[in-house]
């Protein structure tokens, strides 16, 4: 339980960092504004066409007498509608960090210097390219794993009560878990850690991490919160991450001159 409130914790760091480096801070709300307005309108077109697609896909409903047939589409529509919430979560942080890379590896840099006992922060020394392919090679990896447990986790949908009071909990516990490792990922691959490995590690500290990422994944759900949150979340994943590699960290360090907070 111990490590449940520290993910916590960590999550509530990188804000208050953020909030304290002001400049890095509006640098980093660049690449979640461009992925919201994607996002927006994907869920815009789910919402509209979401029950047509469910009808296409029920054929066997048709002759069903009424009101069967409309539970049964519009709870299918319900669940299609969350499982995409769900899943647009997961892939709201890759689609961020892909756009953002250079910003938020800046970002993360500029953390690790901050807390660090020598003001040093590791580098990976590849060149941005090969940085970003290995960030969406990597975060297509994980969102086809999320994509397995959205999939399970929508045929539980079917159990009664359930389906309806477990499943969407579990779903935010899971969907927490796949969103720390995105952010994690950041500080971790300049470290040159790879995947199998981040996972690993990452299941080693499950609890740690189901504090950091469980209550961001249910703000995440929050319309246009995720955008607001995404800097303080990648700056407390960089620091989770030196407590999982047992680094080092300075506790509260004031900003260097050149990162004083400013106005926005």
Excluded at 167 to 190: D, M, S
């Amino acid at each position: 339980m111990r490590d449940l409130g520290a993910g916590f914790r960590y999550l509530l760091k990188g804000q208050r960092w953020v909030a304290r480096h002001g400049r890095q801070y509006g640098f980093g709300l660049v690449p979640g504004l461009i992925t919201l307005v994607l996002y927006v309108g994907a869920l815009v077109a789910l919402a509209l066409w979401g029950e047509d697609v469910v009808s296409w896909s029920t054929p066997f409903a048709d002759d069903w007498s009424s009101p069967w047939q409309g539970l049964f589409r519009g709870f299918l529509t319900a669940v299609l509608f969350v499982l995409g919430l769900l899943l647009s979560v997961v892939t709201f942080t890759a689609v961020t960090l892909l756009i953002g890379q250079p910003f938020y590896e800046s970002l993360s840099e500029k953390v690790d210097r901050d807390v660090s006992p020598d003001g040093t922060a590791p580098e990976s020394g590849l060149p941005l390219w090969r940085e970003l392919w290995i960030s969406g090679r990597d975060s297509l990896r994980i969102v086809l794993r999320a994509a397995l447990w959205g999939v399970l986790l929508f045929a539980l949908g079917f159990v009664p009560v359930v389906g309806q009071t477990v499943v969407p909990v579990l779903g935010v516990v899971v969907t927490g878990f796949f969103l720390t490792e995105e952010l994690v990922a950041v500080a971790l691959q300049r470290r040159r850690v790879e995947l199998r490995d981040r996972l690993a590690l990452l299941r080693s500290r499950k609890t740690l991490v189901w504090g950091f990422g469980t209550p961001l994944a249910a703000a995440f759900l929050i319309p246009f919160v995720a955008v607001f949150l995404m800097p303080g979340a990648v700056a407390g994943a960089t620091l989770m991450a030196r407590e999982l590699l047992g680094e080092e960290t300075r506790e509260d360090a004031a900003p260097a001159p050149d990162q004083e907070s400013v106005s926005w």
